[in-house]
């Protein structure tokens, strides 16, 4: 039943039968027949590995064990436009349970050496296979893009503020549905530089990557290996785009928030879209 899934729900190690999860979790392949999971509630990174012929549930990095994230209340105030107060985020890098996390934006991702990435109150974060971590824009944060069309890593801003997407591309760079800058950002982890990739812009357009615009708050991005495309969602946005050889295009649902919930795909509705997935 429904309540006996809540009641399990909490913090706790050891055989998978037995393992306790936090509220709101996002999950990943970790490149070696196992799951990271980027547990939001619990403020850390665990893993569902195989062992011996059992299936175990560990904590790779970070700890429930810390007060509330002061950085974790900025956030909730400005998702319920509360007046902005100026605080710093409670970020440590290091190993294991030494490292600490703030508040988990986006679903967890890996790269093909089994790093995984999380974004952290709006700090990118890369966790490796044995557990540390490593803050990639330690001089960034949260506000706006840069006015340059790149900008180095280390001191891009993101806003990613109560919920947002990140997926690989096929180029083997990170790309970033900044919710509330109203844009795809894409991260050249090799040359170690941000830039604007899709939009930014307001009002539902498709068309050229560069003019694209979002309705209200792009947060869902996936890529497709085998159409090699960008699937792209959002909580506001009331339809389903592909992004692909420069251009978006609406393929279910779009800008018109009356439209029926089913029927053909374009005259659809999407409404508080929270995953996407490609088989």
């Known amino acids: 039943a429904?309540?006996?899934v809540y009641k399990r729900q909490g913090y706790q190690d050891g055989l998978a039968a037995q393992a306790l999860l936090g509220r709101e979790i996002s999950v990943c392949p970790d490149g070696k027949g196992g799951l990271y999971i980027g547990d939001r509630s619990n403020r850390c990174l665990r893993r569902l590995t195989s062992k011996e012929k059992q299936w175990l549930v560990e904590t790779v990095a970070g700890?429930?064990?810390?007060?509330?994230?002061e950085d974790l209340l900025r956030c909730v105030r400005e998702e319920?436009?509360?007046p902005p107060v100026t605080l710093k985020a409670e970020l440590i890098d290091g190993t294991g349970k030494k490292a600490r996390f703030s508040y988990l934006h986006a679903n967890v991702i890996a790269d093909a050496e089994g790093n995984a990435y999380l974004m952290d109150s709006n700090y990118l974060r890369r966790i490796t296979p044995q557990g540390t971590v490593e803050t990639l824009n330690p001089k960034g944060g949260t506000g706006p893009p840069a006015?340059?069309?790149e900008e180095p890593l280390e001191s891009a801003k993101f806003r990613l503020i109560m919920g947002g997407g990140m997926c690989f591309g096929g180029d083997g760079n990170i790309y970033v549905a900044d919710r509330w800058n109203h844009c795809i950002r894409k991260v050249d982890l090799r040359r170690k530089t941000v830039s604007i990739a899709v939009g930014p812009g307001r009002g539902y357009v498709d068309g050229p990557e560069k003019r694209c615009g979002f309705h209200d708050s792009p947060s869902l991005i996936v890529y497709d290996p085998y159409r090699k495309r960008f699937y792209i969602s959002g909580v506001d946005d009331w339809g389903l785009r592909?992004?692909?050889k420069g251009f978006t295009k609406t393929i279910a649902g779009g800008n018109n928030k009356n439209k029926g919930l089913e029927g053909p795909a374009k005259e659809s509705l999407i409404q508080w879209g929270r995953v996407i997935a490609v088989d």
């Open 242 to 244: 592909t992004w692909e």
């Open 80 to 82: 319920n436009k509360l």
């Open 2 to 4: 429904a309540s006996d």
């Open 63 to 69: 700890s429930p064990d810390q007060p509330p994230s």
């Open 147 to 149: 006015q340059e069309e």
